[in-house]
C-alpha cells in the first residue's frame, strides 16, 4: 500500500471548472472574462461547509475544448486564468485545510500539442515523432499527415506511445511540476487505455520526490486491484459500486447491491477505492433514479461503505443533468454554477443538510474508509448490513418498500442519522426510509 495516510480522512469535492466558470466552449485568443479560477474560491468556505477535505478539479491545463484535449501541460487554460490564478487558488485551499487533486490527461492529446503539431510541421524526421503511434504514406516529408493511433475513435484526440521513454520522462516532469505548485495528487483519466507497466516507471520516480503525493486512476471495468498492483497507483474509480447503487434502488433489487458490496470487500482488502454516485462523465444521479427521493439512500451507501468518497458539485444540492451520446451530450451534468452560495436555489437546501449529516457521520468515523461490510438482512426491498473493521462497527438500515419495515440492530442502540424507532434489539424503519445505528 502507497496511499498517503491522509487519504484516510479525504472526502473530495469535485469540480469541472471549464463547465463550473461558464467557460467558452473551445479555445479563444480573447476570454470574455479573465482570472475565472478565482471565480472559485468563493465556494471553498461552501466545500468546509459541506464537510469535505479536498478540492478534485477537472482539467485545467491549456486545451482546445472540453479539457481532455490537452495541448500544453505547463499552463492554465486562458479560459481560466494564469499561474498566478492557479497559485492564490491553492493558496486559499490550503489555508482552509482543503487538499488539491488535479486531472491529467496522458493517455492522449489534442492535435495542437507542441510535439504533435512538430510532427505535422517536420514530417517521419521530426524529434517528437516517437511519442506517437505513426503510419506515415510512401514518401512521406514535411508537411504529410500521418494516420495516428488516436483514443476511442475520437480522431481529435491523439493517442501516445507509452512505450516511448520520453514520453515517461514528460509526464513525470508534469506531475512533479504541479505536485511542486502544492497540488497534493493526480486522477488519472483514462488510466485503463495506458499499459501499467507505464505508470509502474512513471509512479516510482514521481513518489522518490513527493511521497506524500496520491494517485487514482480511471477505470471502469477490469480487475481494479490488478490495476493497483501492477501500476504502482494508490486506487480506481469504482464504476461497479456507483452502477449498483442506482440500479438496485431503481429496480428494487438490493441482491444486486448485496454482491457489489462483496466485490468491493475484496478490493478493500488491496486498497480504498475512489467511491461516487456522480462524476462529470455520467448522469446526475437526482436524474438517474426514477425516484429522485432514493438519492438519500444512494448518499447513504456512499458514505457507511469503504473507500474515499467524491461529491460531484451540484449532486449535494439536488442538481440534474442527463448525459447524451452526442456532441456536447456532457455540457447538462458539467453546469456553470452561480457566482456565491448565497444565490443557489433554496430547493437544494434539505439536500445539503443531508449530505452534511452523513459526511459528517464520516468524518467522526474515519475508520471507514478501509471497513467492510457484512449483510445482516437481504431482500428485493429491505437491505441491512453492518460496516466494520478490528474494533468498531455501524449499521445500516435501507427500505424500499411502501411499508414500515422492522429489522435486527445486530447489538446497535442508537440512531446516528436517519429515521428508526429502535427497542429490544430491533428497528422500526418507515416506509422508503432509511437509518445509520450505532
Avoid at 403 to 415: K, N, P
Amino acid at each position: 500500500m502507497n496511499e498517503p495516510e491522509w487519504v484516510q480522512h479525504a472526502i473530495w469535492w469535485q469540480v469541472y471548472p471549464l463547465g463550473f466558470v461558464g467557460a467558452e466552449k473551445a479555445a479563444t485568443g480573447e476570454p470574455a472574462a479573465a482570472h475565472r479560477l478565482l471565480e472559485l474560491i468563493p465556494w471553498l468556505d461552501y466545500a468546509v461547509e459541506l464537510g469535505t477535505s479536498g478540492l478534485a478539479l477537472g482539467p485545467v491545463f491549456a486545451s482546445e475544448t472540453h479539457g481532455y484535449d490537452t495541448t500544453d501541460y505547463f499552463a492554465i487554460d486562458p479560459r481560466l486564468g494564469s499561474l498566478e490564478d492557479f497559485d492564490t487558488l491553492v493558496a486559499e485551499a490550503g489555508r482552509r485545510g482543503l487538499r488539491i487533486l488535479l486531472d491529467g490527461v496522458f493517455n492522449h492529446t489534442g492535435r495542437s500539442f507542441a510535439p504533435f503539431q512538430q510532427v505535422l510541421t517536420q514530417g517521419p524526421g521530426a524529434p517528437t515523432a516517437a511519442w506517437f503511434s505513426l503510419d506515415w504514406p510512401d514518401g512521406a516529408g514535411p508537411g504529410i499527415e500521418p494516420g495516428y493511433r488516436d483514443f476511442e475513435g475520437h480522431h481529435h484526440l491523439v493517442a501516445l506511445d507509452h512505450e516511448e521513454p520520453a514520453v515517461a520522462d514528460f509526464v513525470v516532469e508534469v506531475m512533479e511540476y504541479w505536485l511542486g505548485r502544492g497540488a497534493d495528487g493526480w486522477r488519472l483519466d483514462a488510466a485503463y487505455a495506458v499499459p501499467s507497466s507505464f505508470w509502474a516507471d512513471v509512479m516510482q520516480r514521481v513518489r522518490s520526490s513527493h511521497p506524500d503525493a496520491y494517485f487514482v486512476g480511471e477505470y471502469i471495468h477490469g480487475d481494479y486491484a490488478a490495476a493497483v498492483q501492477a501500476g504502482g497507483i494508490d486506487s480506481t474509480t469504482q464504476y461497479e459500486l456507483w452502477k449498483a447503487i442506482w440500479s438496485s434502488l431503481n429496480d428494487a433489487n438490493f441482491y444486486e447491491l448485496a454482491a457489489a458490496l462483496e466485490r468491493h470487500n475484496a478490493l478493500l482488502a488491496a486498497f480504498a477505492p475512489l467511491t461516487f454516485v456522480g462524476n462529470h462523465d455520467v448522469t446526475r444521479i437526482a436524474s438517474k433514479l426514477e425516484d429522485p427521493a432514493l438519492v438519500q439512500h444512494a448518499a447513504v451507501v456512499l458514505f457507511t461503505v469503504g473507500g474515499t468518497p467524491s461529491v460531484y458539485y451540484g449532486d449535494e444540492q439536488g442538481y440534474r443533468g442527463i448525459k447524451e451520446d452526442r456532441a456536447g451530450g456532457d455540457d447538462d451534468v458539467r453546469p456553470l454554477f452561480p457566482p456565491s452560495p448565497h444565490d443557489l436555489s433554496p430547493i437544494g437546501g434539505p439536500v445539503f443538510a443531508l449530505h452534511q449529516e452523513l459526511i459528517g457521520l464520516r468524518r467522526r468515523n474515519a475508520w471507514l474508509h478501509r471497513a467492510r461490510t457484512e449483510v445482516l438482512h437481504l431482500s428485493n426491498e429491505v437491505l441491512a448490513y453492518r460496516s466494520v473493521d478490528e474494533s468498531h462497527a455501524l449499521v445500516v438500515l435501507l427500505n424500499l418498500s411502501h411499508e414500515d419495515q422492522r429489522l435486527g440492530t445486530a447489538g446497535a442502540t442508537s440512531v446516528l442519522a436517519g429515521q428508526a424507532a429502535v427497542d429490544d434489539g430491533s428497528a422500526l424503519v418507515p416506509a422508503r426510509g432509511w437509518a445509520v445505528l450505532g
